[in-house]
């Protein structure tokens, strides 16, 4: 086989290969990966999973438990990807449906038609690419092109705005000076009437007697004739419960009218009745899709593999489902097998985020383990008398148990005797750091008395040299447990009190050696650089995150910006990162425990101990299923 596609591989969930094709055989290491980090901490809602310069991408088959995943080198756009994965999901599950679930004795045949699927698509592709004229990118439709054009369409739209309110305004005061002008020059005309025509009235009636004459015309009589206003009479109020006899009439509707015909109508709503089948696609779609070839030679034996590969494709896509209303259509889903639909899932799912969003699980994640869970579930079929809710809260407490089992189990007894039956005259060297005020210097000492319990020669080495107290601090848990304290005051290189600190331990024959950092936010990047040095320099055995269970979001952002510090200003090729947990203040937060699924989402890395109070001996193991328990409740 010689594609684009290094290796295509066909599993059911629980390992067992049932079909693969490879072309490099580098191509392997990504799917153990991918299963690692994707299905054990079921993180199934992401579409494409990148390894180093691989990257995967996958369909489930929910109803068989079947997994496909194609192996691809990340810098090929492999547009029929999604097309190819469809396809051969549904003509394999078609193929070999009564050999499934899998089994270890069957052969499973189809290296031969995933070859001709595959060709397909490739060169249909390839023909894509030819028809389409290679046209360079036009600047606005570039990332940057498309910012500055939105950038200068907002500058106008509120230039725009600006203008239209100044001209609004200047409108008004328009129309108000026009309305004052014309009032005014009105009545200046009227006095300049009146006052033409008393001078005019005035030498005749001083010099001659007898009857007025008429006075002449003027428009202040028109003023007068056009002012006259007709009195309108007050209508009665209607106070209402009183109607005429007339009004009461039209208001009968017991007998019909006389001359109209009442005729029963039956309305045929075929379209909208619930009890009928429901296509998921309308008639010329589907033709649509029917029409389309995926290459465009004209053989027929081209033509004939085009039909298999559009009518497999079709047929996946075309889904049928019969909804069903009333009393008998409820008992009817509930008696019969049915499959599960995203839309059947949607509410549920949105019930149980908004749950785990009060119980303190970062949004995000409540966010994410839902839609990893709706991803599983889709398409599976649920069985006579199961509830949809019940399935969905199995699905989602097994999700948040896998998530909460760490990966690789970390045993600090185990190690530590590992490493002295190694023969290596070292001692095991544990780190504790995180923000400020999350209780590492006391949960330090809880796990100082924890180890010494075992039997174990433990040494403290101050590398707080940044907080005030923070020594004295640590002198009281020594004297009080009987344990050395290595320090050498404040303002020095925590990296080199480190190194001193583990020769000392040589020198003392200890077996395990606690290290205590500064506290620094996530955000502070001289100390985080100080941080990455100490663990740069010193190589520690283990290191360990200090959170507090009381947070939400905030956790998420503190472990991944540690990380991303560790890997960042390691300057190494395989730069160290946090390896577990110790969540602190355990015993404050009741059943609101979402802080520990936040953090082992976000980091992958397991919880190690939580510190459940103030005394040495308040410090316990995390279950699972109790945070499971405490989650769902």
């Given at each position: 086989?010689?594609?684009?596609?290094d290796?295509f591989?066909?599993?059911?969930?629980?390992g067992?290969?049932?079909?693969?094709?490879?072309?490099?055989?580098?191509?392997t290491?990504?799917?153990?990966?991918?299963?690692k980090?994707?299905l054990?901490?079921?993180?199934?809602?992401?579409?494409?999973?990148?390894y180093?310069?691989?990257?995967?991408?996958?369909?489930?088959?929910?109803?068989?438990e079947?997994?496909?995943?194609a192996?691809?080198?990340?810098?090929?756009?492999?547009?029929?990807?999604?097309?190819?994965?469809?396809?051969?999901?549904?003509?394999?599950?078609?193929?070999f449906?009564?050999?499934l679930p899998a089994?270890?004795?069957?052969?499973?045949?189809?290296?031969?038609?995933?070859?001709?699927?595959?060709?397909?698509l490739?060169?249909?592709?390839?023909?894509?690419k030819?028809?389409e004229?290679?046209v360079?990118?036009?600047?606005?439709?570039?990332?940057?092109g498309?910012e500055?054009?939105?950038?200068?369409?907002?500058?106008?739209k509120k230039k725009?705005n600006?203008n239209?309110?100044?001209?609004?305004?200047?409108?008004v005061?328009q129309?108000q000076n026009?309305i004052?002008?014309?009032?005014?020059?009105?009545?200046?005309?009227?006095?300049r009437?009146?006052?033409?025509e008393n001078?005019?009235?005035?030498?005749s009636q001083l010099?001659?007697k007898?009857p007025?004459?008429?006075?002449p015309?003027?428009?202040?009589k028109?003023v007068?004739?056009?002012?006259?206003?007709?009195?309108k009479?007050?209508?009665?109020r209607?106070?209402?419960g009183?109607i005429?006899?007339a009004e009461?009439?039209?208001l009968?509707r017991?007998?019909?009218?006389?001359?109209e015909?009442?005729?029963?109508k039956t309305?045929?709503?075929d379209?909208?009745?619930?009890d009928?089948?429901?296509l998921?696609?309308?008639d010329?779609?589907?033709?649509?899709?029917?029409?389309?070839q995926?290459?465009?030679n004209?053989?027929?034996?081209?033509?004939?593999?085009?039909k298999i590969?559009?009518?497999?494709?079709l047929?996946?896509?075309?889904?049928?489902k019969?909804?069903?209303?009333?009393?008998f259509?409820?008992?009817?889903?509930?008696?019969?097998?049915?499959?599960?639909?995203?839309?059947?899932?949607?509410?549920?799912?949105s019930?149980?985020k908004e749950?785990l969003?009060?119980k303190?699980?970062?949004?995000e994640?409540?966010?994410?383990?839902?839609?990893?869970v709706c991803?599983?579930?889709e398409?599976?079929?649920?069985?006579?008398?199961?509830l949809i809710?019940?399935?969905?809260?199995k699905?989602?407490?097994l999700?948040?148990?896998?998530?909460?089992?760490?990966?690789?189990?970390?045993d600090v007894?185990?190690?530590i005797?590992?490493?002295?039956?190694?023969?290596k005259?070292?001692?095991?060297?544990?780190?504790?750091c995180g923000?400020n005020?999350?209780g590492?210097s006391?949960?330090l000492?809880?796990?100082c008395y924890?180890l010494?319990?075992n039997g174990?020669?433990?040494?403290?080495?101050?590398c707080d040299?940044?907080?005030?107290?923070?020594?004295?601090?640590?002198k009281v848990?020594?004297?009080?447990l009987?344990?050395p304290?290595?320090?050498?005051?404040y303002?020095?290189d925590a990296?080199i009190?480190?190194?001193n600190?583990i020769?000392?331990?040589?020198?003392?024959?200890?077996d395990?050696?606690?290290?205590?950092?500064a506290?620094?936010?996530?955000?502070?990047?001289?100390?985080?650089?100080?941080?990455a040095?100490?663990?740069?320099v010193?190589t520690?055995?283990?290191?360990?995150?200090?959170?507090?269970?009381?947070?939400?979001n905030?956790?998420i952002?503190q472990?991944?910006?540690?990380?991303?510090?560790l890997?960042?200003?390691?300057?190494?090729a395989e730069?160290?990162l946090i390896?577990?947990?110790?969540l602190?203040?355990?015993?404050?937060?009741d059943?609101k425990?979402?802080a520990?699924?936040?953090?082992?989402?976000?980091?992958g890395?397991?919880?190690?101990?939580?510190?459940?109070?103030q005394?040495?001996?308040d410090?316990?193991r995390?279950?699972p299923?109790?945070?499971v328990?405490s989650?769902?409740?």
């Amino acid at each position: 086989m010689s594609s684009l596609i290094d290796y295509f591989v066909i599993f059911s969930k629980g390992g067992r290969i049932l079909w693969q094709t490879c072309q490099e055989k580098s191509a392997t290491i990504p799917i153990e990966y991918f299963v690692k980090d994707v299905l054990v901490q079921e993180k199934g809602n992401v579409s494409v999973y990148e390894y180093k310069q691989y990257a995967v991408k996958w369909v489930f088959h929910n109803e068989f438990e079947l997994v496909f995943a194609a192996v691809f080198q990340k810098i090929f756009q492999l547009f029929y990807l999604d097309k190819l994965l469809e396809v051969v999901k549904q003509l394999f599950i078609e193929a070999f449906k009564n050999n499934l679930p899998a089994i270890n004795t069957y052969n499973y045949q189809f290296d031969e038609k995933f070859t001709q699927i595959l060709n397909e698509l490739e060169v249909a592709q390839k023909m894509k690419k030819m028809q389409e004229p290679s046209v360079p990118r036009k600047f606005e439709n570039t990332s940057k092109g498309k910012e500055i054009i939105s950038r200068e369409d907002k500058k106008k739209k509120k230039k725009k705005n600006q203008n239209q309110n100044q001209n609004q305004n200047q409108n008004v005061n328009q129309n108000q000076n026009q309305i004052v002008n014309v009032n005014n020059s009105e009545n200046n005309q009227i006095n300049r009437d009146v006052t033409l025509e008393n001078q005019i009235q005035l030498p005749s009636q001083l010099t001659k007697k007898g009857p007025k004459k008429p006075a002449p015309f003027s428009k202040s009589k028109i003023v007068k004739e056009n002012s006259t206003t007709t009195t309108k009479r007050k209508e009665g109020r209607d106070w209402g419960g009183k109607i005429s006899a007339a009004e009461a009439a039209k208001l009968d509707r017991s007998k019909p009218n006389q001359g109209e015909n009442f005729q029963e109508k039956t309305v045929v709503t075929d379209k909208f009745n619930l009890d009928l089948e429901v296509l998921s696609d309308s008639d010329d779609e589907i033709e649509e899709e029917q029409n389309i070839q995926i290459s465009s030679n004209s053989n027929n034996s081209n033509n004939s593999n085009n039909k298999i590969t559009n009518n497999a494709f079709l047929s996946s896509q075309t889904t049928t489902k019969t909804a069903t209303t009333g009393f008998f259509g409820k008992w009817f889903g509930v008696l019969t097998d049915r499959i599960l639909t995203r839309e059947d899932l949607a509410p549920i799912l949105s019930e149980f985020k908004e749950h785990l969003k009060a119980k303190n699980v970062a949004s995000e994640i409540a966010e994410k383990l839902c839609e990893s869970v709706c991803v599983n579930l889709e398409g599976k079929k649920l069985g006579s008398f199961k509830l949809i809710k019940t399935e969905v809260r199995k699905a989602l407490e097994l999700s948040i148990e896998r998530i909460l089992t760490p990966k690789r189990s970390i045993d600090v007894l185990s190690d530590i005797e590992a490493q002295k039956k190694s023969g290596k005259q070292e001692p095991f060297t544990i780190v504790f750091c995180g923000v400020n005020g999350v209780g590492k210097s006391t949960n330090l000492a809880k796990i100082c008395y924890w180890l010494k319990e075992n039997g174990l020669k433990v040494l403290i080495v101050a590398c707080d040299t940044f907080r005030s107290g923070a020594i004295e601090q640590l002198k009281v848990h020594s004297k009080r447990l009987q344990v050395p304290l290595f320090e050498k005051g404040y303002g020095r290189d925590a990296a080199i009190i480190a190194a001193n600190g583990i020769q000392h331990g040589k020198e003392l024959g200890v077996d395990v050696i606690l290290i205590d950092t500064a506290g620094r936010m996530q955000d502070n990047e001289p100390l985080m650089r100080s941080l990455a040095k100490l663990v740069r320099v010193n190589t520690p055995n283990l290191i360990l995150f200090i959170g507090e269970a009381l947070v939400g979001n905030d956790g998420i952002d503190q472990l991944v910006k540690f990380n991303k510090a560790l890997a960042d200003l390691s300057e190494l090729a395989e730069p160290r990162l946090i390896d577990g947990i110790i969540l602190t203040k355990f015993d404050t937060i009741d059943d609101k425990v979402g802080a520990a699924l936040s953090m082992v989402y976000i980091s992958g890395s397991p919880i190690v101990f939580l510190g459940t109070g103030q005394h040495y001996t308040d410090l316990k193991r995390m279950n699972p299923a109790a945070v499971v328990e405490s989650l769902l409740k």
